[in-house]
């Protein structure tokens, strides 16, 4: 079976290689981020296997099924970039990485948080240059802050328990909220109290059309003022005007990114010798009190090795005319 992988980098093709030795997969690998252009790269496939800035809009997947793919499987567990009700009209079932590693997601997580806490990112530079001075440096103790965790699937768990043992006060919200966490210390309550009552906010709820931009200019005037904000989902959760606004009055305290709105023409790629072109993404990177990693909080590789044998399975269940494990529906 040939197999389209876009947006492919080295450590893709290493564990996606690994995890089919034997197996009757034939895989093209493309460089390119899949759209309405780089479609008929797929000419011949079966399959394509697609990533978190790939899109499957529309135009996009009626070119794939016009050459012939019949099958969508994704190297992740967000499904935001593909139009489910036109791969159902096509008849193109969709298959993902429903958990690959919900520890890597959870400890990047602590990571901003500490990073922006202890100022580990200008502490790091400072003592290179030689400057030991603790100015500016002063954090606050974990242990006792309260944290709102908003959506507590399988990530926003792990870090709800995590905050739990920093000796944490943790708030979340969460439609379906888990019996077993409440009964564990975790405070369930409706996120406008939440986003009030939290010295930390982390998000880790889907993007879908009634979760986008749910951290706009009111749910910041909402929160404690100086407070932090963290994103590891995906980036169209905020209105990242709304809060530069909020970070020029200081309103919000401490920003903790992984993910941004407009990521899919930065990040990934090295433009170090490039001029970015996204004035709001430049003006995010002039905060002191803003830390931005270009979503690599998956990245270990426990989950690039999860990540890979499911995407192998899932291709080979299809291959062999098995139900399909993690299909997407509409
Ligand atoms: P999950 O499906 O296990 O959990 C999502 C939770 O959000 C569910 O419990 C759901 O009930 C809840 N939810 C739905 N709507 C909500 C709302 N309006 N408000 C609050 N909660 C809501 O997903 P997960 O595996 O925990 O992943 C969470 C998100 O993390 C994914 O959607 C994905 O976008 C993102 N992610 C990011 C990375 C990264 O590298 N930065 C990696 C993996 C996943």
């Not at 002063?138 to 920093?166: K, P, Q």
């Amino acid at each position: 079976m040939r197999v389209a992988a876009f947006s492919i980098k080295p450590y893709d093709t290493s564990s996606l290689a690994a995890a089919s030795v034997g197996l009757p997969i034939e895989w093209a690998w493309f460089e390119p981020r899949l759209d309405r252009h780089t479609a008929r790269l797929a000419e011949g496939a079966v399959a394509i296997n697609c990533f978190v800035n790939d899109q499957l809009d529309a135009a996009t997947l009626a070119i794939l099924a016009e050459q012939g793919v019949k099958l969508v499987t994704l190297r992740c567990a967000g499904f935001n970039q593909v139009d489910l009700a036109v791969a159902a009209r096509l008849s193109l079932p969709v298959v993902r990485v429903p958990e690959y590693s919900p520890h890597a997601v959870a400890e990047h997580t602590i990571g901003l948080v500490l990073t922006l806490d202890r100022r580990l990112h200008k502490a790091y530079n400072r003592v290179r240059d030689g400057n030991f001075s603790l100015e500016g440096l002063l954090g606050f103790d974990l242990f006792g802050r309260t944290v709102g965790v908003v959506g507590t699937g399988r990530i926003g768990r792990r870090v709800a328990e995590i905050l739990l043992g920093f000796g944490c006060r943790v708030l979340a919200y969460d439609p379906t909220p888990e019996p077993d966490l409440a009964a564990r210390g975790v405070t369930f309550m409706p996120v406008d109290e939440l986003l009030a009552a939290s010295d930390i906010v982390t998000l880790h709820c889907p993007l879908k059309p009634n979760t986008r931009h749910m951290i706009d200019a009111p749910a910041l005037a909402r929160m404690k003022r100086g407070a932090m904000l963290i994103n590891t989902s995906r980036g169209g959760l905020i209105d990242t005007p709304a809060v530069i606004e909020a970070l020029k009055t200081g309103q919000l305290g401490h920003l903790g990114l992984d993910v941004y709105e407009e990521e899919a023409d930065l990040f990934f790629d090295d433009r170090s010798s490039s001029i970015i072109h996204d004035d709001v993404f430049s003006r995010l990177l002039t905060f002191p009190n803003v830390v931005i990693t270009a979503h690599q909080a998956f990245f270990t590789q426990n989950a690039l090795d999860a990540i890979a044998s499911q995407t192998v399975r899932n291709l080979i269940h299809f291959d062999r005319g098995e139900p399909l494990e993690a299909v997407v529906r509409a």
